[in-house]
């Protein structure tokens, strides 16, 4: 009985006022009180500077260690890595890792149904904060699938001092460092308060605003966008589309000109040996998965826009899917073949990874034609059902 009342009293949709308190007065004192403070005792280069550190500390602590190293395990790195990472993903204070990751790891797998703690299906608002500022189900709030983390040293200290850790190079940090250059609540407001609530709502923004705007490129039946605005201020985590449909790739951006300084720091530490094991989605794959995803979506305009559309289009559309699967299984063997040669000799290395880039850049052409024709395909379909029926 006494189980059942305590349940009813969790109810999920009920509001955990603790948590909305917390998080109504840090944004209010995050703008509001540095603005006001700006506004009385102007500003000093220490403190945006000061903020733009730690902004970027605690940021990287979420990208590169909460989401990529501690959820994805998309690399691999060394134990002093892994201690920095989760101070500066406590100074986030987004909960410990442990929890992070468990409602991280659910979110993909349950992805958009009611175990996905911030499944987009129950609203913008619910995806961005509205999860955490209510009160979960017992299930929601149970902390599972993360048995492996529980052997890393970092985070089982930090689940015992997650909140200390989080407070003191938060808050305490800026606010000493404030001290020595005499301005402690200017660098309180501006690291502290005004850091965090940047840091936050980046954070909640992958959540809703990437589950609501941008391109669907990989998955087209996922609710994640691709959204090159968002990774702007999430240290490259916007692109969420193709971050669904390859969860254990260490990149997010995964074009090299896409803005994504978690995949270049990642990358540029595995030239020093600091982190290793990065996994990659090989590029065949990748395009593989982009031409899959404009077939569906054609093959869904013939199901649902009855017989006209197939009877015009349908031969086409098969002749070019039976092109690209020869490409691609070429070009698959290609890549077998080169990694044999790869594995072998060191000495030919430059000039066999030249050639295959080569012929890499052939089959890419070739499919890239074929996309073309394919997206002209759909874009003539839509046009034409947009016409006024004359007959
Ligand atoms: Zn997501
Ligand atoms: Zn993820």
Known sequence: ?????????????????????????????????????VYNQGV???????LFILWFLSGMGITMGYHRLFSHKAYKTNVFVEWLLMIFGSMALENTILKWCSDHRIHHTKAETKEDPYSITEGFWHAHIGWIVKNGSEENNRVRGVKDLKSKSAVVFQNK???????????????AIGFIYGRPMGALLWAGFLR??????ATFFINSMCHYFGRQTYDIKSTARDSWFVSWFTFGEGYHNYHHKFQWDYRNGVKWFAYDPSKWIIKGLSFFGITYDLKEVKENVIEEN???NIKVQLFEMFKISGSKFKKMYYNKVESLNKKSEQLFELWSDMEIKYAEQLSKGKSKNKEVLRALIAERKKYKEQL??????????????KSQKLKPNLT
């Open 44 to 50: 000093v280069w220490q403190e945006p500077l000061l």
């Open 161 to 175: 001092y997650y909140f200390t850790i989080g407070i003191i190079g938060g808050f305490i940090i800026p606010l």
């Open 196 to 201: 965090l609530t940047i840091v936050h709502h």
């Open 368 to 381: 890239n034609r074929i996309r073309i024709d394919l997206q002209g395909i759909m874009s003539s379909i």
């Open 290 to 292: 982009k031409l899959n």
């Open 1 to 37: 009985m006494a189980e059942k009342t305590l349940v009813k009293q969790n109810q999920k949709g009920t509001y955990n006022w603790n948590m909305v308190v917390v998080l109504t007065l840090i944004p209010l004192i995050g703008v509001f009180g540095t603005g006001i403070y």
